[in-house]
């Protein structure tokens, strides 16, 4: 397609309006590195939780939904969705504690609750693993996603577009810290909702309104033997296993960018940047109402009216599929297709922004800090953070190359990681963690990924695969592999813990003292001589959030599906339950005295 | 106006200005023109909010 002259005015000026956003931190960023990657620790929560959820928005993110919901329909969804029973338990259970914790990264988070050697290699380890391969494959992912729309759009091979919106977007990344970051993610993540609602409003129109999607969709529900407007996959047949993995294991075992177990990575870095606990609460709680709430509604509308002006897309590759979204654009009158692709660019920016700011934070504060150069002066510290940033955007951008899909990345970062979410959760609440259970995980983990991809019918997987089958379940290979990782995983920690000593008594003492988690520290709680016990009002409010949040999802597509009495039930759940939350957030001590 | 706040609340305003004049000048059908009214008028209010937002 050709954008009109006014389209390419309004592109022009969004990147103008980002680049003196971020330019304009710089001067504040450069102060200490505290300044650089925490923004001073004093984010209010509306400019943390705005900030996660940008970062979450990716390039590939409309994509992936618009794929999956002309694959399987709108439950398909339930693959990302099931996170939010994780996202809401660490809005309950562990912002509060990021916070009090005052480390820089969540990668220090090791040097405050474990200590000696393997404490050392772990810090040293998560640094490097975290800060360059797996940023490097979020990176290589998310900028693949931005080449496939460019290409799809503009329908050449996208370099120049590419390397012109990520240079800009390093150029002030650099300069400016997590300020500007977090400031341009306000308005990245705006223009990128913009976006995508206008483009869901006109992509309905061509297909007929509301009434002739619900038409087409019940034809092709009938055709194909499954309700594609259902929310929830249909009881009546097989329930596939990956959406039982997602829902009963992802959510609290995989370390997924942005939905890891009891918060890390871009998050965590926000919570830690939060101006007390009760913010990093309320950032996190903003973030999980807007990741699952605000966001899914006009992607699912505008996959659902490709799939009514195009209804061969249900055979097409899963990359057809996908590009269906940005092809969407072409419906756009001129100026507003403008916005649409600028609101793209934007999903981009903000994603690759945090993505080498956290990284950076990595290399430098638990790498390069601790064990390459000791005591230097802040200004330096603050001098090669703008150097390892850059180092780490031209690594990943080098990596998108070396990708063959979007969906290799992601599933690799997942596999990878698979079974390593119940250590990090357990590991605030139960004294007996250390630094060798961590390590197991992280080595079991890769170590059975790597088995999997080399031997993937190896008799293991066969047997799991059968059982599966013969209890009534859509076996895929996906969902084996995801299952036989955690399991492994799971025992081998559990076993290299108990096999283990516990970590130094002292250094488990000062960190009771300090974070002051309720749960299991039995023998650390009697010499400290006062115990922190749970408090039963974060049990209360995860479910009321999660009430919260599913009540309005649903509410929301009532809505929009006109079905009245449904939408004012679910709206009505919805705002009691938010009531209620908010009565029971008040009650809880977040400092925990 | 928060210093720290006001170039977002900038940014902001500078979205909504050209998202008005464009749904004006560019949309063709009714529901066109309200949706770019409607994001037009949240990104002004939200510049306000954050300009009005407690440092």
């Given at each position: 397609m050709r954008l009109a002259p006014a389209d390419w005015l309004f592109i022009v000026w969004y990147f103008l309006l980002s680049i003196g956003l971020g330019l304009y931190y710089s001067k504040k960023a450069g102060r200490s590195t505290s300044e650089y990657f925490l923004g001073g620790r004093s984010l209010p929560w509306w400019l943390l939780g705005t900030s996660m959820v940008a970062t979450s928005f990716s390039s590939d993110t409309p994509l992936a939904v618009t794929g999956i919901v002309i694959k399987?329909?709108?439950?398909?969804?339930w693959l990302w969705w099931n996170f939010m029973l994780g996202g809401t338990l660490t809005v309950l259970f562990f912002a509060h504690l990021w916070r009090r914790a005052g480390v820089m990264t969540e990668v220090e988070f090791i040097d405050l609750r474990y200590s000696g050697r393997p404490a050392r290699f772990l810090r040293c380890f998560k640094a490097l693993y975290l800060g360059l391969p797996i940023s490097c494959i979020t990176f290589g992912w998310v900028t693949l996603a931005m080449v496939r729309i460019i290409q799809a759009i503009f329908?050449?091979?996208?370099v120049t577009a590419m390397a012109v919106c990520l240079g800009l977007t390093i150029f002030y990344t650099t300069l400016s810290g997590l300020w500007g970051v977090v400031a341009t993610d306000m308005l990245l993540f705006g223009v990128a909702m913009a976006g995508s609602v206008i483009l869901s409003v006109v992509s309905v129109e061509k297909a007929g309104g509301i009434g002739g999607i619900v038409a087409a969709m019940r034809g092709l529900s009938a055709q194909a033997g499954k309700d594609y407007l259902s929310v929830f996959p249909s009881l009546g047949r097989a329930l596939p296993l990956a959406f039982v993995v997602a829902l009963f294991v992802q959510w609290w075992a995989v370390y997924y960018p942005g939905a890891e177990p009891g918060g890390g990575g871009w998050s965590a870095q926000r919570m830690l940047a939060a101006r007390d606990p009760r913010h990093a609460v309320l950032g996190t709680l903003w973030f999980n109402i807007a990741h699952y709430v605000v966001r899914p509604w006009p992607w699912i509308l505008t996959a659902l009216a490709a799939l009514v002006l195009a209804p061969g897309l249900v055979h097409a590759p899963p990359g057809a599929m996908e590009a269906a979204y940005p092809k969407m654009i072409a419906h756009l009158p001129r100026g507003i297709a403008g916005i649409v692709v600028a609101s793209l660019f934007a999903a981009f920016m903000s994603t690759i922004e945090s993505i080498v700011n956290l990284s950076g934070s990595f290399l430098l504060n638990d790498f390069y800090k601790p064990?390459?150069?000791?005591?230097?002066?802040e200004k330096h510290y603050v001098a090669v953070s703008r150097v390892v940033v850059l180092v780490v955007s031209i690594l990943g951008a080098g990596f998108s190359y070396l990708l063959g899909s979007v969906r290799m990345g992601w599933q690799l970062v997942m596999e990878l990681s698979a079974g390593i979410g119940l250590v990090l959760l357990l590991r605030w609440y139960?004294?007996?963690?250390s630094a060798w259970s961590e390590i197991a995980a992280l080595s079991a983990s890769a170590g059975c990924a790597v088995y999997l991809h080399e031997f993937p019918n190896s008799p293991l997987v066969g047997a799991l695969s059968s059982a599966l089958a013969r209890a009534g379940l859509g076996v895929d290979a996906w969902g084996v592999k995801i299952l036989l990782i955690v399991a492994v995983t799971t025992v081998a920690w559990l076993a290299v813990t108990f096999l283990t000593p516990p970590d130094d008594r002292d250094k488990l003492l000062a960190f009771y003292q300090k974070i002051?988690?309720?749960?299991?520290w039995g023998p650390v709680a009697r010499r400290n001589g006062r115990s922190y016990g749970l408090q039963a009002y974060p049990f209360l409010g995860w479910g009321l959030a999660l009430v919260t949040i599913l009540s309005l999802l649903l509410g929301a597509g009532k809505l929009i599906f006109m079905d009245w009495a449904g939408a004012a039930a679910c709206l009505a759940a919805g705002t009691a339950a938010a009531f209620l939350l908010w009565k029971t957030i008040a009650k809880i001590d977040w400092e925990g005295q | 106006m928060r210093k720290d706040y006001l170039p977002m609340a900038l940014g902001f305003w500078g979205i909504a200005l050209p998202l008005a004049v464009f749904g004006l000048v560019f949309c063709r059908t009714a529901a066109e023109r309200l949706t770019a009214f409607l994001a037009a008028a949240v990104f002004a209010l939200v510049g306000v909010l954050i300009s009005r937002a407690k440092r």
């Open positions: 399987d329909g709108v439950s398909g969804n329908d050449t091979n996208g064990f390459i150069r000791k005591g230097a002066s139960w004294w007996r963690v002051r988690p309720g749960g299991f | -």
